[in-house]
């Protein structure tokens, strides 16, 4: 007995409507389902605060690097400078990412102040000393990214070192 040639559901044009119809309706759903776990993801990341401090050439060129990370959960709260061009210049850049920042005049107010889990210190060489110990002895723990150098004098480097280790 001869077989009925096989019709596919696709070939009939009220099937095609409907399979086409179903596929839209897939690609709804995934698209949906993409957003809201990306939501999830974005409202569960917490973001990595810093904060700068020294906002001359350096300290605003991680500004400007950190604002390329931002789509990675990160953002700078605040800077300390006590040289008010500076401040200036930072916050100037800090406004046109639409990061509001806090302005401190110096390091330890921006410790005490408890906003950033991160501290980038890009200070002049002779200061690094002084504020990467007054962070470590800091209450609140802080990340640290120092310019380099780390310190002036090899005694000096050791010191940090026997500190954090
Ligand atoms: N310029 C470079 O090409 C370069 C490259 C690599 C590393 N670095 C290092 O980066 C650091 C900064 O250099 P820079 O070129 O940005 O200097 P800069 O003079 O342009 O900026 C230093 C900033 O620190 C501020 N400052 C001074 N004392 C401070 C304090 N106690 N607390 C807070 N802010 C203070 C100053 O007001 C100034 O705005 C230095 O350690 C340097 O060695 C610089």
Same mark, same amino acid.
């Given at each position: ?11 009939? &044009? ?32 917490? &973001? ?5 401090? *020294?906002? *001359? ?43 509001? +920042? ?11 102040? *408890? ?11 002779? &200061?690094?000393?002084? +504020? ?34």
């Amino acid at each position: 007995m001869a077989l009925a040639p096989y019709d596919s559901p696709l070939n009939q &044009t009220t099937t095609k409507a409907t399979h086409a119809r179903k596929i839209q309706d897939v690609r709804v759903i995934q698209w949906t389902l993409r957003l809201r776990i990306r939501k999830e993801i974005m409202e569960a990341k917490d &973001t990595v605060k810093y904060g700068i401090v *020294g906002v *001359g050439m350096m300290g605003r060129e991680h500004l400007i690097n950190l604002h390329h990370l931002r789509s990675e959960g990160v953002a700078v709260v605040c800077i300390a400078d006590p040289h008010l061009p500076s401040q200036q210049l930072a916050q100037e850049l800090a406004h046109s990412f639409n990061w509001p +920042i806090k302005v401190y005049s110096g390091h330890q107010e921006l410790l005490d102040s *408890g906003l950033c889990d991160v501290v980038v210190v890009s200070t002049p060489n002779m &200061t690094h000393f002084q +504020i990467l110990m007054d962070i470590i002895n800091h209450p609140k723990p802080h990340h640290v990214l120092v310019e380099k150098p780390l310190c002036t004098t090899v005694v000096d480097c050791q010191k940090v070192y026997h500190y954090l280790y």
